[in-house]
């Protein structure tokens, strides 16, 4: 039989890390010392090792030689793989949605759409980075499979280590992104067929990758 308590303290230990990988608390290259988080989360060694072990298998953690577990960086090839793997994943997401998402959403989308183009014009990074992911995500609320929205925000919460830099904004990209989004309203509120849906935001994430292959 499954020891629950032994599970409960591994998925403590993995929130509490991974929250801290996300949040900038543990910062790219750290080392997360196993003593320490087993006495916070009040656990022996072994839930944390098993803990720490899935956060590399999710690609938040690396093993060093000789020095053990640490944060990992996100590197250029790793952050446009994680684009690519986005773009399959949130054209589905978004065909999906479509067939379900009420008019009440399609107005709430273009609200924020404006409040993008407003933080625009006001050179508000931060606030353009979370009105972005609350646009898609607004879509994504209304997503039947919510394994495929658990695996989108997984790659989400990875590239925000990225995002926290800010070398993942592009000006010259911002404002056709923006556009983008306005089309992306005009299929979900004309009810577009859903391979038409699915292709125009599979391309409006790879236009993304674009931006950074021809910046970097």
Same mark, same amino acid.
């Given at each position: 039989?499954?020891?629950? @308590?032994?599970?409960?303290?591994?998925?403590?230990?993995?929130?509490?890390?991974?929250?801290?990988?996300?949040?900038?608390?543990? /910062?790219?290259?750290?080392?997360?010392?196993?003593?320490?988080?087993?006495?916070? /989360?009040?656990?022996?060694?072994?839930?944390?090792?098993?803990?720490?072990?899935?956060?590399?298998?999710?690609?938040?953690?690396?093993?060093?030689?000789?020095?053990?577990?640490?944060?990992?960086?996100?590197?250029?090839?790793?952050?446009?793989?994680?684009?690519?793997?986005?773009?399959?994943?949130?054209?589905?997401?978004?065909?999906?949605?479509?067939?379900?998402?009420?008019?009440?959403?399609?107005?709430?989308?273009?609200?924020?759409?404006?409040?993008? @183009?407003?933080?625009?014009?006001?050179?508000?990074?931060? @606030?353009?980075?979370?009105?972005?992911?609350?646009?898609?995500?607004?879509?994504?609320?209304?997503?039947?499979?919510?394994?495929? /929205?658990?695996?989108?925000?997984?790659?989400?919460?990875?590239?925000?280590?990225?995002?926290?830099?800010?070398?993942?904004?592009?000006?010259?990209?911002?404002?056709?992104?923006?556009?983008?989004?306005?089309?992306?309203?005009?299929?979900?509120?004309?009810?577009?067929?859903?391979?038409?849906?699915?292709?125009?935001?599979?391309?409006?994430?790879?236009?993304?990758?674009?931006?950074?292959?021809?910046?970097?």
């Amino acid at each position: 039989m499954i020891n629950d @308590k032994k599970i409960n303290k591994r998925q403590y230990a993995y929130e509490v890390i991974r929250t801290r990988i996300v949040d900038g608390t543990y /910062v790219p290259g750290q080392r997360i010392v196993i003593d320490q988080i087993a006495k916070e /989360v009040g656990s022996s060694h072994i839930p944390v090792r098993e803990a720490i072990h899935q956060l590399e298998s999710d690609q938040f953690i690396e093993y060093k030689p000789n020095f053990g577990a640490i944060v990992r960086g996100i590197d250029r090839s790793l952050y446009m793989e994680s684009l690519q793997l986005l773009a399959l994943l949130e054209g589905y997401a978004t065909s999906l949605s479509a067939l379900h998402i009420p008019p009440a959403a399609i107005e709430e989308l273009k609200i924020i759409n404006r409040n993008m @183009k407003e933080m625009l014009e006001n050179y508000d990074l931060e @606030k353009l980075g979370d009105l972005n992911r609350k646009f898609h995500f607004a879509i994504y609320a209304f997503c039947p499979n919510k394994l495929l /929205v658990d695996n989108i925000q997984q790659v989400w919460e990875r590239l925000d280590i990225v995002r926290r830099t800010n070398f993942t904004f592009f000006s010259k990209r911002t404002p056709k992104s923006i556009a983008e989004h306005d089309y992306l309203i005009q299929l979900l509120e004309e009810k577009a067929d859903s391979l038409q849906i699915e292709e125009i935001a599979r391309t409006h994430k790879l236009n993304t990758l674009e931006a950074f292959k021809n910046q970097h």
